[in-house]
């Protein structure tokens, strides 16, 4: 079963710029499209970006132009490079893969970003 594990979150200022890394096993990962989802307190998970396994890309409209995913097959990881960060991007971020034969998503544990002053 697919098992993913984030790190690189951490306590950031405003303005500046954080890479989150997720490493994936259990599956192949090539088959997988992945991404990465927040929840900030008191606020249900939302979508922030996903890569297919065609290295196509989606972001949400509220990080668009300052967050960039890509994913690198050979060593399975998934990375998140966060720019410009705002106290609004505080959170927990949760990467996310999904199989594009069919099936449920899978969530890793979580790393928290704070952007504060």
């Known amino acids: 079963q697919v098992q993913l594990v984030e790190s690189g979150g951490g306590l950031a200022e405003p303005g500046d710029a954080l890479t989150l890394t997720c490493e994936f096993s259990?599956?192949?990962?090539?088959?997988?499209?992945v991404g990465w989802d927040r929840q900030a307190p008191g606020h249900e998970r939302e979508f922030v970006a996903h890569i297919t396994s065609g290295s196509i890309t989606t972001y949400a409209e509220s990080v668009k132009g300052r967050f960039t995913i890509s994913r690198d097959n050979v060593k399975k990881m998934v990375y998140l490079q966060m720019t410009s960060l705002k106290p609004e991007d505080t959170a927990v971020y949760y990467c996310?893969?999904?199989?594009?034969?069919?099936?449920?998503?899978?969530w890793g544990q979580g790393t928290q970003v704070t952007v504060s002053s």
């Open positions: 996310r893969a999904v199989s594009e034969y069919g099936g449920s998503s899978s």
């Open positions: 259990g599956s192949i990962f090539s088959f997988h499209g």
